[in-house]
């Protein structure tokens, strides 16, 4: 057998560590957002459909938010989708995870 040429990859660890964990955060907080919309409309009994005649958008649009993978939101959309599920909306900023 042949042996194959593998050309090496460096791997900055602390300048990939630093640009891992700003999109892990970045993701895991749109995963938790979306899974939320998503948990509190099922308590609620509603279909997508329903919060969405409630909140004044389309089934796509509730969807969309229900979506982790979704970047658009706005702060007018999410205080209605919280005010049409009875919910609060709350937005924090936090401080950035510095490397030790």
């Known amino acids: 057998m ?57 089934r796509a649009g509730i969807s969309r938010l229900e979506n982790p993978n979704y970047q658009n939101y706005s702060l007018k959309t999410l205080e209605k989708v919280a005010a049409a599920l009875g919910a609060r909306l709350k937005i924090e900023i936090e401080e950035s995870q510095r490397a030790a």
């Open 2 to 58: 042949k042996n194959k040429r593998i050309a090496p990859y460096r791997f900055n660890v602390g300048a990939e560590q630093a640009k891992f964990q700003k999109v892990y955060y970045d993701e895991l907080g749109r995963l938790r957002l979306a899974q939320r919309i998503a948990e509190l409309r099922e308590q609620r009994g509603l279909t997508q459909a329903q919060l969405a005649e409630k909140v004044g958008t389309t």
